[in-house]
């Protein structure tokens, strides 16, 4: 299996981070927080740093292994398939949720009158080749479209700076500190508390004792470029515009800036495909590294399709419609999945430690 290094995984981190959320939580966090989002999303990242470093240090003991390796090995042989089990859950279900978000926004944005299985099929081919050539095939991937695809955002951040109006920041603290509270909690359980899934991916990496250095760069970078995407929302939308749109990210891409300028929504589209990409491939890699370790198959590989075709199902037939996944979004899912991103790592690591 070839190697991730360094490099590679820094790009993963961030373009996992960043992935739906770069489209979502900018809508999600202003509906909670109003003109506290802000707050709310760096209290999130910073809560987010917790799990991350409980999968390093595990990583760390047990090199080499999966999560649902060690996690029989710290649990024993039951309890530990048990989180096995849940472990594929949440990845499977996250995956899902990738391919419904990239869906609804492909049809409602762009092309409402084709075939929602055509835009399923689409999206998911190139992470089916890459992922059958490998994980150091991914990671070179990644390495190469990551740096291209921040600089467009930075530039059509910088682009519409002049139409920014730093009133809409105003008052602070108006909507109490329970609804900042409540919005970081919904931003750690996405998307930063399913950062998680990076355990799967770490066994492959080359460059261990660089670990946790470069995933915290990464986790920086991610905040820093999630911020500069909900200022560039509220300054030029607004709070209520925010809150009244879907895709509120969207909107400000679409005016014309400087008389000339427009256009800039079809960068906001290659922004979302690239980390969608980037999120969708690693939670696939997920499901398969671990149901693969789950019943004893010495590779992924494949796996790879019939999971695939899983994935598509259950996207198809998980909502309805967009009202109901944005409230699922904003109310149940931090309920359920904080649990997984936060307990399951800490009690590992606390009986490893134990043990050892």
Same mark, same amino acid.
């Not at 095939?137 to 479209?145: D, E, L």
């Not at 198959?297 to 009202?323: E, R, T």
């Given at each position: 299996?070839?190697?991730?290094?360094? *490099?590679?995984?820094?790009?993963?981190?961030?373009?996992?981070?960043?992935?739906?959320?770069?489209?979502?939580?900018?809508?999600?966090?202003?509906?909670? &927080?109003?003109?506290?989002?802000?707050?709310?999303?760096?209290?999130?990242?910073?809560?987010?740093?917790?799990?991350?470093?409980?999968?390093?240090?595990?990583?760390?003991?047990?090199?080499?292994?999966?999560?649902?390796? =060690?996690?029989?090995?710290?649990?024993? @042989?039951?309890?530990?398939?048990?989180?096995?089990?849940? /472990?594929?859950?949440?990845?499977?279900?996250?995956?899902?949720?990738?391919? !419904?978000?990239?869906? $609804?926004?492909?049809?409602?944005?762009?092309?409402? *009158?084709?075939?929602?299985?055509?835009?399923?099929?689409?999206?998911?081919?190139?992470?089916?080749?890459?992922?059958?050539?490998?994980?150091?095939?991914?990671?070179?991937?990644?390495?190469?479209?990551?740096?291209?695809?921040?600089?467009?955002?930075?530039?059509?951040? +910088?682009?519409?700076?002049?139409?920014?109006?730093?009133?809409?920041?105003?008052?602070?603290?108006?909507?109490?500190?329970?609804?900042?509270? /409540?919005?970081?909690?919904?931003?750690?359980?996405?998307?930063?508390?399913?950062?998680?899934?990076?355990?799967?991916?770490?066994?492959?990496? @080359?460059?261990?004792?660089?670990?946790?250095?470069?995933?915290?760069?990464?986790?920086?970078? &991610?905040?820093?470029?999630?911020?500069?995407?909900?200022? *560039?929302? +509220?300054?030029?939308?607004?709070?209520? $515009?925010?809150? !009244?749109?879907?895709?509120?990210?969207?909107?400000?891409? @679409?005016?014309?800036?400087?008389?000339?300028? *427009?256009?800039?929504?079809?960068?906001?589209?290659?922004? /979302?495909?690239?980390?969608?990409?980037?999120?969708?491939?690693?939670?696939?890699?997920?499901?398969? !590294?671990?149901?693969?370790?789950?019943?004893?198959?010495?590779? =992924?590989?494949?796996?790879?399709?019939?999971?695939?075709?899983?994935?598509?199902?259950?996207?198809?037939?998980?909502?309805?419609?967009?009202?109901?996944?944005?409230?699922?979004?904003?109310?149940?899912?931090?309920?359920?999945?904080?649990?997984?991103?936060?307990?399951?790592?800490?009690?590992?690591?606390? +009986?490893?430690?134990? @043990?050892?």
């Amino acid at each position: 299996m070839t190697a991730l290094n360094s *490099r590679q995984l820094f790009w993963i981190i961030v373009g996992f981070i960043l992935g739906s959320a770069i489209l979502l939580i900018t809508g999600i966090l202003v509906s909670t &927080a109003s003109q506290d989002a802000w707050l709310s999303l760096i209290i999130g990242a910073f809560l987010g740093i917790i799990p991350l470093l409980l999968v390093t240090k595990l990583s760390c003991l047990y090199p080499g292994k999966s999560l649902v390796q =060690y996690s029989q090995l710290i649990l024993g @042989k039951f309890a530990g398939k048990i989180v096995g089990i849940i /472990w594929c859950w949440f990845a499977l279900h996250l995956g899902v949720l990738v391919l !419904r978000n990239f869906a $609804d926004f492909i049809m409602i944005s762009m092309l409402p *009158r084709t075939p929602e299985i055509v835009i399923y099929i689409t999206f998911i081919i190139p992470v089916i080749l890459v992922l059958f050539a490998g994980i150091g095939v991914f990671g070179n991937v990644v390495q190469i479209i990551s740096p291209v695809v921040l600089s467009l955002f930075i530039m059509v951040t +910088v682009i519409m700076m002049p139409q920014f109006d730093f009133g809409y920041l105003q008052p602070v603290l108006q909507q109490g500190i329970h609804n900042i509270i /409540w919005g970081s909690m919904q931003v750690f359980a996405f998307p930063f508390g399913e950062m998680v899934l990076i355990a799967s991916i770490l066994p492959s990496l @080359k460059d261990k004792e660089k670990c946790t250095q470069v995933l915290l760069k990464g986790l920086l970078v &991610a905040t820093i470029l999630l911020l500069l995407g909900l200022f *560039r929302t +509220v300054l030029v939308l607004g709070v209520e $515009d925010t809150q !009244r749109l879907i895709y509120p990210v969207m909107e400000p891409a @679409k005016i014309e800036i400087f008389g000339f300028i *427009r256009g800039l929504e079809v960068i906001i589209i290659i922004n /979302w495909y690239s980390f969608g990409f980037i999120k969708f491939a690693v939670c696939l890699y997920a499901f398969c !590294r671990g149901f693969s370790n789950l019943t004893g198959c010495h590779s =992924y590989k494949p796996i790879i399709i019939p999971a695939s075709i899983v994935m598509i199902s259950l996207a198809i037939i998980s909502f309805n419609n967009i009202a109901e996944q944005f409230n699922y979004a904003l109310t149940f899912w931090p309920i359920f999945t904080i649990p997984i991103q936060l307990f399951i790592p800490a009690i590992l690591l606390a +009986v490893a430690k134990l @043990k050892k």
